[in-house]
């Protein structure tokens, strides 16, 4: 049954999700347009397309018919430091579980991250460029995760994939985002959420 559910999802097209992006003063243009492509291009294989206006420095077109907004803060301090170790993104839920369509994002703690993986010594010798492709890549898979929260409407986590709790740095890193796949069943399961119901039509 399962199969079938997930080969049938697979053939329905679901609204975009439109993102409205706040940037912080002093981050990056390059890693914030590298975070965004990488999100993208992440849920782009599960058939969910990332839309985006960026507050600062102009907007995508708004898309055609529906689709599913919320914002995005890209920050440049470490207010997520209450959770332990220091996340590269966050979404609030409030009492029924209910995910708040606001995803927040530490640009200081992604770069944090690179210094500690790296070593201050080489991140310091890096170019601008290199700096912000590992923290676009980062920052992008961290949203990539923080959207599926938002559209399973879960706070859960797995072991393995998109949305496991706890993802190693070299992860975060890697030319190839493949530890960030959302398999077949995740994709019937957000079918189900985003696809409107049919229109009941009274017979007289």
Request: proline share 7%; glycine share 8%.
């Amino acid at each position: 049954m399962l199969s079938a559910l997930a080969l049938t999802a697979a053939t329905i097209a679901l609204p975009p999700l439109m993102l409205g992006v706040h940037v912080a003063q002093g981050i990056s243009e390059k890693a914030v347009a590298i975070a965004l492509g990488e999100a993208a291009a992440i849920w782009r294989g599960p058939g969910v397309t990332l839309l985006w206006e960026i507050d600062r420095a102009g907007a995508a077109a708004p898309p055609p018919g529906s689709c599913i907004r919320m914002n995005v803060l890209i920050e440049n301090d470490t207010r997520g430091a209450r959770f332990s170790p220091m996340p590269l993104g966050w979404i609030a839920f409030d009492e029924f579980e209910n995910p708040a369509p606001e995803i927040h994002l530490s640009y200081a703690n992604a770069v944090a991250l690179v210094e500690e993986w790296y070593g201050v010594t080489v991140a310091t010798q890096m170019t601008l460029f290199e700096r912000d492709i590992l923290i676009g890549r980062a920052l992008g898979r961290a949203l990539a995760h923080e959207v599926g929260h938002y559209l399973f409407r879960s706070k859960a986590h797995t072991k393995t994939g998109l949305m496991q709790g706890h993802q190693k740095a070299v992860n975060f890193f890697s030319p190839s985002p493949a530890r960030f796949e959302v398999d077949a069943a995740q994709r019937a399961l957000i079918v189900s959420r985003l696809t409107p119901a049919p229109v009941r039509q009274s017979t007289y």
